[in-house]
């Protein structure tokens, strides 16, 4: 909703010092205050189309991509200025914008059991994983992209983990817990990360592999899997993993085998035939089919030499993609893994169990 309060400029000149010299306009970006105004309207406006509310991160990379802004800290600031200005005239929805970190809670409640049917109504849906061969969850670091993937799956029932960066390890053992529900239950389990592509977000991709590996492979459930590998399974697994083959073949060539390690080896091959992290976002062919706007990569990352060394010393993030960029990623990814027939015979009996609820109001009328 656009509600006024005060009259704030919304024209005039900018000029910026920049954290540091932009090869375009080195120390300082000069601007237009109006015409920066304007680029926001256009991008919120866009954003709103669509259904979506940005944060002010997202709003700002959006302004990078289109390269209304240099990318710098100090520009960012400065936009949060800009956009409170334009909130406070009335220039841009009070709506449009979200603050993930300060969400009131009201507890649930019902005015009647009418209203909690017509609700039921607006709001029923069955668990579109029933009859899926493949479990799949939804992962990412950045919670500014979060309610952009959440649209992305609600269709298919899929949890969507939002990290914050690394993953604690009390939800690394939840993700366990529940991923070995659905492994014993014969079926695969799959995550789709999505991240930043800078030191960090590459290396969360390595970290969740390792550590879900590690329970299932060291836990209560290590004889599942040791049970579980059959010939070729040892075979194939071994040829796509040379450094776990070789690790085998020390152990068992060892003078004396060391028999909890060996189980614990052998568990670990079993375990990648049931579990997959696949990294859907953000490659290097999405960054250039997108032209995404670089960052400086973080040297104080301890992961940041590796990077340098096979990317530059740029990095990128997710919040630049647009939200249609972002859906078509996604639902790609989801085309890999998600049996549509399935889909089709929960999504109809979905359907006729509505209208049975449907008919229950109308028999209270």
């Not at 449009?96 to 300060?102: L, S």
């Not at 040892?234 to 020390?250: G, P, Q, V, W």
């Amino acid at each position: 909703m656009k509600e006024k309060f005060e009259n704030r400029r919304l024209s005039g000149a900018l000029r910026i010092k920049l954290e540091r010299d932009d090869h375009s306009c080195g120390k300082y970006w000069e601007g237009d205050k109006a015409e920066m105004v304007r680029q926001m309207v256009e991008i919120t406006n866009d954003y709103k189309s669509q259904g979506y509310r940005l944060t002010l991160r997202q709003l700002y990379y959006q302004m990078v991509s289109r390269n209304y802004i240099p990318n710098d800290q100090n520009c960012y600031g400065k936009l949060s200025s800009v956009l409170d200005d334009c909130r406070y005239s009335g220039v841009i929805d009070w709506d449009i914008i979200e603050d993930r970190g300060r969400v009131p809670f009201t507890p649930y409640y019902e005015n009647s059991v009418a209203d909690a049917l017509e609700k039921t109504v607006r709001w029923y849906a069955l668990d579109k994983k029933i009859g899926q061969p493949v479990y799949t969850e939804l992962w990412t670091e950045k919670d500014a992209i979060s309610s952009i993937l959440k649209q992305s799956v609600e269709d298919y029932t899929i949890t969507v983990g939002i990290n914050k960066g690394f993953a604690s390890s009390t939800a690394m053992y939840e993700a366990y817990t529940r991923f070995m529900k659905e492994i014993k239950n014969r079926r695969k389990v799959v995550v789709l990360y999505f991240g930043d592509h800078d030191p960090s977000g590459l290396d969360m991709i390595r970290d969740i592999q390792a550590r879900l590996e590690g329970f299932m492979a060291k836990g209560r459930h290590q004889s599942f899997f040791v049970n579980d590998l059959d010939t070729d399974d040892l075979e194939n697994i071994l040829y796509d993993n040379r450094e776990l083959a070789d690790r085998i073949d020390k152990c068992i060539s060892a003078k004396r085998v060391d028999e909890t390690l060996k189980r614990t080896l052998f568990a670990q091959i079993s375990v990648k035939k049931w579990f997959e992290v696949k990294h859907i976002g953000l490659t290097m062919e999405q960054i250039e089919e997108f032209d995404l706007p670089p960052n400086p990569a973080k040297f104080s990352d301890p992961r940041a030499k590796k990077y340098v060394q096979e990317h530059g010393d740029v990095s990128w993030e997710v919040d630049a993609l647009s939200p249609t960029a972002i859906l078509d990623i996604v639902r790609t990814s989801l085309d890999e893994v998600i049996d549509y027939d399935a889909l089709e015979k929960i999504k109809q009996r979905e359907s006729d169990e509505i209208e049975y609820i449907r008919s229950l109001i109308k028999n209270m009328e």
